[in-house]
């Protein structure tokens, strides 16, 4: 399949590995724009986080139930007769394998099977919401060079933003949190944003996120007339209000 003819939100039905129980539990959305996307998958059993306000309210088994996410955001590139998902931001701990497959229409379902590992994946796309407008940005934060992507397309929206200190390389992020010598660090590496949102009007609101208490909070992006730098709205650790400036890195289908 051509890259262009991927573009929307397509959500996963089906995971399937050799010699393991069918995923078919897992919440998992990917965003698709023009070769940008994001990708956000959660967990089932998740704890509750109706009190917490900020990354500084999280407890350990909060972090510890965070810390089985998966995500991430980068570029889409045909490879051959498969394609590969080039990540800039992850979720977890890089890993040394390529995230390719091939991909094949199978009736009203996208059929991924791994190039590099043994999987099966099912993707659906609601045929009714919008394909148009279509675009993304990829940003880098003009204060600490952190990555972040914004992906749009019809009424959905992805934003990701990297954590400030890489994950060193390891077996997952929930080992790295199990050894973190303090509630601070275990914090510090789960404050990685990946979040999926509608868009009704102006009103951009995220619905889901590696950071759930960014769950219906309005999401403010502002281009500047250069079309050379953005800026964001989002939250500090300590929950108060911060506006982030960016560079504009690479812009898809800019209006």
Not at 135 to 147: E, I, K, T
Not at 148 to 166: E, H, K, S, T, Y
């Amino acid at each position: 399949m051509r890259i262009d003819e991927l573009r929307g939100l397509w959500k996963r039905s089906l995971l399937a590995r050799p010699g393991e129980p069918d995923d078919v539990t897992t919440l998992v959305d990917w965003l698709q724009g023009p070769s940008l996307f994001a990708d956000l998958r959660s967990p089932p059993d998740r704890p509750d986080f109706s009190t917490t306000r900020r990354l500084r309210d999280l407890d350990r088994a909060q972090i510890d139930w965070l810390a089985t996410q998966e995500g991430f955001a980068g570029r889409l590139v045909a490879i051959g007769d498969a394609v590969e998902w080039r990540r800039v931001i992850d979720y977890q701990p890089p890993s040394e394998q390529a995230d390719a497959g091939r991909l094949s229409m199978q009736d009203d379902i996208l059929v991924e099977v791994g190039r590099d590992a043994p999987y099966l994946e099912h993707w659906r796309r609601d045929a009714a919401r919008a394909l148009s407008p279509c675009f993304a940005l990829r940003l880098l934060a003009v204060d600490d060079g952190r990555a972040g992507f914004v992906i749009r397309v019809g009424g959905d929206f992805m934003f990701a933003r990297d954590r400030l200190n890489p994950v060193a390389p390891g077996p997952s992020l929930a080992a790295h949190v199990a050894e973190a010598p303090d509630l601070v660090v275990a914090q510090n590496l789960v404050d990685c944003e990946i979040s999926l949102g509608v868009i009704d009007g102006s009103d951009w609101r995220i619905v889901h996120s590696t950071m759930p208490f960014r769950e219906g909070d309005r999401f403010e992006l502002q281009v500047y007339d250069d079309v050379s730098t953005a800026e964001t709205a989002e939250r500090a650790p300590d929950g108060a209000g911060i506006r982030r400036r960016w560079s504009l890195v690479a812009k898809e289908n800019w209006p």
